[in-house]
């Protein structure tokens, strides 16, 4: 569901390519916005398609993901630009 870390890491493969390019990303995955049964029965099937139907593709979609960068690494440094630039703006 698109919340909070989810959507900030969460690309769906459908619908948010032009947002992951924004970020220097591709694709990564399948998301939704509702909370009800038929929006995760929607997503569940995309993504249970996927791999019944374009196995190839997913078995990509999977490897693309894990190289990926998940560490800490570049939140850290990105908070640390907005600490030292909050901190530039009172002195």
């Known amino acids: 569901r698109r919340t909070g870390g989810l959507y900030d890491t969460v690309f769906d493969v459908?619908?948010?390519r032009e947002r992951a390019q924004?970020?220097?990303l591709e694709p990564n995955g399948f998301s939704f916005d509702g909370a009800d049964s038929a929006d995760v029965d929607d997503v569940l099937n995309r993504a249970i398609s996927a791999w019944f139907d374009k196995r190839e593709w997913f078995?990509?979609?999977c490897k693309r993901v894990m190289e990926q960068d998940w560490s800490w690494n570049r939140p850290a440094l990105d908070y640390m630009?907005?600490?030292?630039s909050a901190r530039n703006k009172t002195s």
Not at 81 to 84: A, K
């Open 81 to 84: 630009e907005l600490y030292h």
């Open 14 to 16: 459908d619908t948010e």
């Open 22 to 24: 924004a970020q220097g």
């Open 59 to 61: 078995h990509s979609l």
